[in-house]
């Protein structure tokens, strides 16, 4: 693996985020949002790891996803997260996610975070 350098996160071109490999099981995302709720998600093989630069959001966390679609092998999308527990992250916050917990997002205004995406074994 190649040192990897990005001199100004801020001055991307288009609007996808950065996927920055780590190691064969790992990489790092930069995600930028505005005023949006994403839908429910959980991984099965994949731990998230949440940064936040700047903004706000409600982070929901439950114990199940039902009525979900398998987008991809192991990888479900969508649905209503059982027994939801909902937390304000904020500038500076951190949040680690296991594999198999369902979670979503709710911005306000603009948020700004590093992903850390770790495959389970």
Do not use: C
Not at 2 to 29: A, D, M, Q, T
Not at 34 to 52: L, R
Not at 66 to 95: H, M, Q, V, W, Y
């Amino acid at each position: 693996m190649k040192p990897f350098i990005v001199k100004n996160i801020f001055e991307k071109e288009n609007k996808k985020p950065y996927e920055i490999p780590i190691s064969w099981n790992s990489y790092v995302k930069f995600v930028q949002m505005s005023n949006i709720e994403t839908e429910a998600e959980k991984h099965k093989k994949w731990t998230d790891v949440y940064i936040v630069l700047d903004g706000e959001a409600d982070l929901t966390i439950g114990e199940d996803l039902l009525n979900s679609k398998e987008i991809e092998d192991g990888e479900f999308r969508g649905g209503e997260i059982t027994k939801p527990i909902t937390t304000k992250l904020r500038k500076g916050s951190i949040a680690i996610i296991p594999h198999n917990f369902p979670h979503k997002l709710k911005t306000y205004d603009v948020f700004v975070q590093l992903v850390i995406k770790i495959k389970d074994n």
